[in-house]
């Protein structure tokens, strides 16, 4: 399966040529090269039966199709070509997580226009005229383009946000009241001001920023570590590297964990060079993706910011891809093509001869491991910009404090709080659980209500008056009665969610402001950004969050932080569990204290001596990850080993579990590189959606064929269609 060489000739009119197809088909397609040819990577439309199709000129041909049967490509469409080091690195990608090559061109090919072979498409907009006969349909199209007076909607977008048939926009636009008009010829990107000063850096600063600009003057590829506690002055620190890739003429990428952060790093960008960068993530309109698009191509957009899949643009000549919060989870993919982005950043830059940075306080393990033994080179900012120094942490023994039940704050913790308040400073209390209640029991017969489609607790969301499955997303309303055994109103919250905490917050400080931070409470990523921006601005005095707030958010109000449940990532099996609890404690208090006041993070546990809440304490982050990584080197455990999760679902529990141990029986082409089989055993979480779901986990050196052998072993089964196989190459949990 290894990547073909990336194939470089133009091909001559008449000659076979390859292409791949943009639409569902999962192989290579043979056609004949049009008049005047044709060069790798162009997008064409070929016919294909009584359709046509559109795909991208890819390689020779695969010689199936006899030379007297092959068709004409029927023309190259007018969409900037994809260039060899971006198919070099998407069948890189393709091989590197098992996924079939168009799936994986497919990510970088999600342009508006381009798949459907549109060349222009039209857009949308309030027409002079009234119309004719009003219908609730007609109504609902106007009132959308009214409240949205900026936006260009395409036909289907229009269509979709307005819930009527395209035909009914059809029909105003023959009326006169909506104009159908070719969407704006794509304009590039404000230029950047690179002669602007940044901020006077402080020494250690300098330090840094002088051997990124280095790198980035170098067209070579290379991966810097960049780590330093929040607030240590990275961002100013990598803007720099930017700057500088800039003036070498080549493009720069920065990527964030969550799009609520891309607002105050856009007010960044434009601060520092007076103008904004392009944003690249799923809030954005079909009209705004297709010009950023096509202007990464030509070099129109020279800064984008953006979420995991911005890394599938196709930059005209990337020179530094930026990391931000490495360490954050959601760069992984975990739907679909299942692809970790720093990972791919880094195979990306090495194929374009470009520099990574990853940016973190709290490095993921591995990539303090890369850091430690070369492979990438560290740059550490030891201490916070000016006077701001760091929290104080310190842990709440909980077995000592009062706290009645139905109630998670304790006495010291109030207190605290309390002083905050008549300080006029800002609070933090974090919970990592949305919701009100994570578990709805029955006091008659202690029945817990569940998801019926997966193999989860339903969560109750009295925000929304309706319990939520977090796996599925579906919602239920509150049952009066309990649905095991019938006893009315007897149905009961079990458990902490930041909901109920903002409830006895509430009680206890009955005149202060608070502000409930959860992703599920804001029905768009602009009202959260918002809400944000309002809560650094003080219009709060408490914030009670989950995972959300620990995400590189600058509150400068904010002088404490208190976990109410230290423990709560303790107790999973995972091997990753201290890791991410240890970060994610390391995150949430750095939010304490970030400008002229000192900051304060208060731990409640019920283990104040367990190991991980130790290190928490006493801040050491280097001996954690030594000590984290001497446990992975016993185990034999990633980085020092691979691992593979092969994934079997079906709506039928025994098909999948018999599938599964035939796996695991002819593993022949596994056992032949060294490695092992362990499983089946019932997934991470054994149900979702109604399918059944069992693992096998495969282990291996870290220089074995890894890919090569599953790819092999997979290939001896026959799988019923109603069988799914998953891939998943350096899965998170394990
Ligand atoms: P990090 O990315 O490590 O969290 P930032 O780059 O966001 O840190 O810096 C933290 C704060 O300090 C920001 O408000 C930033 O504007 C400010 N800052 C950073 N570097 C300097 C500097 N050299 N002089 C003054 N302020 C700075
Ligand atoms: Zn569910």
Request: glycine share 8%; with cysteine.
């Amino acid at each position: 399966r290894m990547a073909e060489p990336v194939f470089e000739d133009r091909v001559p009119a008449g000659e076979r040529v390859g292409i791949l197809p943009l639409g569902a088909l999962d192989r290579l397609l043979d056609y004949k090269a049009p008049e005047g040819g044709c060069s790798p990577g162009a997008f064409v439309e070929v016919p294909l039966g009584p359709r046509k199709i559109v795909g991208v000129v890819w390689g020779p041909g695969t010689g199936e199709v006899p030379e007297a049967r092959l068709r004409p490509v029927a023309r190259i469409l007018d969409a900037p070509p994809l260039r060899a080091p971006m198919r070099e690195f998407l069948g890189r990608a393709a091989d590197y997580t098992l996924t079939p090559l168009p799936a994986m061109v497919r990510l970088a090919t999600r342009a508006p226009g381009l798949t459907e072979g549109q060349v222009t498409h039209n857009v949308y907009r309030l027409g002079p005229r009234e119309a004719g006969r009003m219908t609730d349909a007609r109504t609902r199209v106007l009132a959308v383009l009214r409240d949205f007076p900026d936006r260009s909607f395409t036909l289907g977008e229009l269509a979709s946000q307005a819930g009527v048939g395209t035909a009914v926009i059809k029909g105003l636009v023959t009326q006169g009241a909506v104009v159908e008009e070719e969407a704006p010829r794509d304009r590039p990107y404000p230029v950047l001001d690179l002669g602007a000063p940044g901020v006077p850096l402080t020494p250690d600063q300098m330090l840094s920023a002088a051997a990124l600009r280095i790198g980035a003057e170098a067209h070579t590829y290379n991966t810097t570590l960049l780590k330093g506690v929040t607030g240590s002055g990275k961002t100013e620190v990598y803007l720099e590297a930017v700057a500088e890739t800039l003036r070498q003429g080549r493009q720069a990428l920065v990527l964030l964990p969550e799009i609520a952060l891309t607002g105050a790093f856009l007010a960044r960008v434009e601060h520092r060079f007076g103008a904004p960068a392009a944003e690249w993530h799923s809030g954005m309109t079909q009209t705004e993706r297709r010009r950023l698009w096509r202007m990464a191509a030509t070099g129109g957009a020279s800064l984008v910011v953006g979420a995991r899949s911005a890394l599938f643009l196709p930059f005209r000549d990337l020179g530094l891809v930026v990391v931000d919060e490495e360490h954050d989870t959601s760069y992984k993919q975990e739907d679909g093509v299942l692809y970790n982005a720093r990972d791919m950043a880094v195979l990306r830059a090495s194929i374009e001869k470009s520099q990574v940075i990853l940016a973190s306080a709290t490095p993921c393990l591995e990539s303090w491991y890369n850091a430690q033994t070369g492979k990438y080179a560290r740059l550490t900012l030891p201490a916070r910009v000016g006077l701001a120094v760091l929290p104080t942490v310190k842990a709440v023994d909980m077995r000592l404090e009062e706290v009645t039940r139905g109630n998670w704050v304790g006495p010291t913790l109030t207190e605290a709080v309390a002083q905050r308040l008549e300080r006029e400073e800002q609070s933090l209390l974090f919970l990592n659980r949305r919701g009100y209640a994570p578990v709805t029991l029955c006091r008659s017969c202690g029945h817990q209500l569940g998801c019926p489609h997966c193999d989860a607790r339903l969560v109750e969301h009295r925000f929304m008056r309706r319990l939520m499955c977090h796996q599925c997303g579906e919602t239920f309303p509150m049952p009066v009665a309990c649905p095991d055994c019938g006893a009315e109103g007897k149905l009961a919250p079990v458990g902490p969610g930041v909901e109920r905490l903002a409830e006895e917050v509430a009680a206890l400080f009955p005149t202060a402001r608070t502000a409930v931070l959860s992703s599920d409470l804001y029905g768009s990523a602009k009202s959260l950004k918002e809400a944000i921006e309002q809560i650094a601005d003080g219009a709060a005095d408490i914030i009670i969050g989950t995972q959300l707030v620990a995400k590189g958010h600058n509150f400068p109000k904010l002088t404490l932080a208190g976990v109410i449940d230290a423990d709560l990532g303790l107790y999973g099996s995972d091997l990753r569990a201290a890791e991410r609890t240890f970060a994610l404690m390391r995150q949430v208090s750095g939010r304490a204290g970030r400008a002229d006041r000192p900051g304060e993070a208060l731990l409640q546990t019920y283990q104040p001596h367990h190991p991980v809440i130790q290190a928490i304490l006493k801040g050491d982050d280097e001996g954690f990850w030594r000590a984290e990584l001497d446990g992975r080197r016993m185990a034999g455990m990633p980085p020092f080993s691979r691992l593979a999760g092969i994934i079997l679902s079906s709506e039928d529990a025994q098909e999948v579990m018999d599938k599964a141990v035939e796996m695991a029986r002819h593993k022949d082409p596994l056992t032949k590189i060294g490695a092992e089989v362990w499983g089946p055993a019932p997934a991470p979480i054994a149900r979702v959606r109604g399918r059944h779901r069992v693992r096998l986990l495969v282990k291996a050196d870290r220089t074995a064929p890894l890919q090569d052998a599953l790819a092999r072993w997979a290939a001896q089964f026959r799988f019923p269609s109603d069988l799914r196989l998953t891939m998943d190459i350096d899965p998170q949990s394990f």
